[in-house]
């Protein structure tokens, strides 16, 4: 059976066909404010926490405690230690990662 090519995906399209689908190009953008104003290498487990709790990763917050997750260890994580030690899947552990870019992006500035 021979396949055409690929087609392109349409944002507008699943809108047409599902109603309920929104259109929202900032995703990226929906990372928790910061809670603190100190650096978030200096922050607590408790502070790490309450950043989690404000996040679409709020669920998964209780995990930084038991892990013992404070500032300096968050912005040390990576993809592996996330999925590995933390148990969570590859899409979380991504969004993750995006925000902890983002901490240490503004962090520099």
């Known amino acids: 059976m021979k396949r055409g090519p690929y ?3 349409d944002k507008q399209q699943d809108v047409a066909k599902h109603p309920r ?3 929202d190009d900032d995703d990226a953008s929906q990372s928790p ?4 104003t100190s ?3 200096t922050w607590s487990v408790v502070e790490v926490v ?3 709790e404000k996040s679409e990763l709020a669920e998964h917050a209780d995990m930084f405690r038991r892990h013992e997750i404070d500032g300096k260890a ?3 994580l990576t ?3 996330i999925m590995s030690y933390m148990g969570l899947k590859l899409g979380p552990a991504i969004k993750l990662l ?3 870019e983002e901490l240490k992006t503004k962090k520099a500035t």
């Open 7 to 9: 087609k392109k995906h």
């Open 33 to 36: 404010q910061v809670c603190s």
């Open 74 to 76: 968050l912005l040390l």
């Open 39 to 41: 650096p978030p290498k």
């Open 21 to 23: 689908i929104t259109i």
């Open 79 to 81: 993809r592996e230690m």
């Open 50 to 52: 309450k950043f989690i």
């Open 98 to 100: 995006c925000f902890v």
